[in-house]
């Protein structure tokens, strides 16, 4: 990497205010505010459906930053389960392609970033499942199965629908108690 891009990057970490988180894709550094209530809520109600499901090997985590140095990209899920002895590197980050599952709840004020940035990052960092929650749609979806830069798997359900998550995990994740925004 670039070691002005490097530089750049650990400055808008250092000036960012503790509630703002700081991604890069390629050239370009996101920087997002604290969630919303109903973005935690829906968090936490996908979370705890998780945790009864997380193999005995993994754990979960919220807000993890994760690192692929090959595609020169780092995001941080709001939620990812990981190997319990995954590596941590520089910034406290881990490496992308150990995450089992990234999750995101999409933010009303910046939905392409979990839509198209992320969409187009996760599977290129080697996350084997995206899952995105999306209350402005009212919508969940699960991607799978990366292959050549992109998910050829996906799964659409609408609040309220259950979507089917595979190993290893293999359960089904209930939406009827997510909560739509505004």
Not at 17 to 30: A, W
Not at 40 to 51: E, S
Not at 66 to 88: C, G, Q, Y
Not at 140 to 154: K, M, Q, S
Request: with cysteine; proline share 9%; charged share 25%.
């Amino acid at each position: 990497m670039d070691p002005n891009h490097l530089a750049l990057i650990e400055e808008a970490r250092r000036i960012a205010p503790e509630n703002v988180k700081v991604e890069f894709s390629g050239e370009v550094i996101i920087m997002q505010a604290a969630p919303s209530a109903i973005h935690q809520r829906n968090l936490d109600h996908i979370a705890r459906q998780f945790a009864n499901h997380v193999p005995a090997d993994c754990f979960a985590s919220q807000n993890s930053g994760l690192a692929s140095p090959r595609v020169r990209k780092s995001r941080t899920p709001d939620l990812t389960i990981l190997p319990e002895d995954v590596p941590e590197g520089e910034n406290n980050e881990v490496p992308a392609e150990a995450a089992l599952i990234a999750v995101e709840v999409v933010s009303p004020s910046n939905p392409e970033n979990d839509w198209v940035g992320k969409l187009r990052d996760y599977p290129l960092m080697g996350i084997a499942l995206y899952l995105i929650v999306d209350p402005s749609q009212k919508s969940v979806t699960l991607f799978g199965e990366p292959e050549n830069g992109r998910y050829r798997a996906r799964e659409d359900a609408d609040f309220g629908e259950t979507v089917h998550v595979p190993q290893p995990f293999g359960f089904v994740l209930e939406t009827a108690a997510l909560l739509p925004y505004g």
